[in-house]
């Protein structure tokens, strides 16, 4: 399987899933952090990917989402954005409401 066809399926198989440097467990870069510190806050249960294991991922990954940072959050398989939209959504509720429509 080419690593885009593995990606696409990670992101349709798992209701949020998070790129991001280095993992949930050891967040390796400011921004990762924040998004795993605002996922944890909500305690939902989700998927991370370690970009930095291969740096192809990246690659791969921005070619799908024409999204060009990391981390990139994806719920029910429509990217929500990176650290900054995430920030922004939690700080104005909305992502309370995108993380409940996964959990439905």
């Known amino acids: 399987m080419e690593l885009k ?3 696409m399926n990670e992101i349709k198989e ?3 899933i998070l790129y991001m440097k280095g993992t949930k467990e050891a967040p390796m870069c400011g921004f990762s952090n924040s998004v795993v510190q605002i ?3 909500y305690g939902v249960d989700y998927k991370d990917i370690n970009v930095l294991e291969d740096p192809m991922i990246r ?13 990139q959050l994806f719920i029910n398989g429509d990217l ?3 650290a900054d939209i995430t920030m922004e959504l939690h700080q104005n509720g ?6 409940d429509k996964a959990n439905n």
């Open 59 to 71: 690659v791969k990954l921005s070619e799908y989402s024409n999204w060009p940072t990391i981390p």
């Open 14 to 16: 798992n209701r949020i």
């Open 39 to 41: 996922l944890n806050h």
């Open 80 to 82: 929500v954005g990176g």
């Open 5 to 7: 066809e593995k990606i």
């Open 94 to 99: 909305s992502l309370l409401d995108i993380l």
